[in-house]
Nanobody, 120 residues
Framework: QVQLVESGGGLVQPGGSLRLSCAAS????????MRWYRQAPGKQRELVAT???????NYADSVKGRFTISRENAKNTVYLLMNSLKLEDTAVYYC??????????????WGQGTQVTVSS
């Protein structure tokens, strides 16, 4: 069983920055795709950023140019650097690990989530 533990959330003013971390209990990055999702109150969970086992990245249009996903294999940790934060970035952010099976993404593990609140 793989455990994912997020950290780094908090309260930040608009225009500020935060870096979220997701620590995996074992080294899975050479096999699993890692994703960050978020869920705002009353809204569906949405995909924010992806980093594949090969290291390629992808972002939601709403965060492109502001957020950066990266990983540090030696620490079994994935990061989400969030710059130029907006009020609408307020949400619970979740780390996810999954597998790409052909064109289908199969989600396997979730973290518990970390709250990000953007407010003046």
């Amino acid at each position: 069983q793989v455990q994912l533990v997020e950290s780094g959330g908090g309260l930040v003013q608009p225009g500020g920055s935060l870096r979220l971390s997701c620590a995996a209990s074992v080294n899975i990055f050479n096999i699993y795709t890692m994703r960050w999702y978020r869920q705002a109150p009353g809204k569906q969970r949405e995909l924010v950023a992806t980093i594949s086992s090969g290291g390629s990245t992808n972002y939601a249009d709403s965060v492109k140019g502001r957020f950066t996903i990266s990983r540090e294999n030696a620490k079994n940790t994935v990061y989400l650097l969030m710059n130029s934060l907006k009020l609408e970035d307020t949400a619970v952010y979740y780390c996810n690990a999954g597998l790409n099976v052909g064109d289908i993404y199969v989600s396997k593990y979730w973290g518990q989530g970390t709250q990000v609140t953007v407010s003046s």
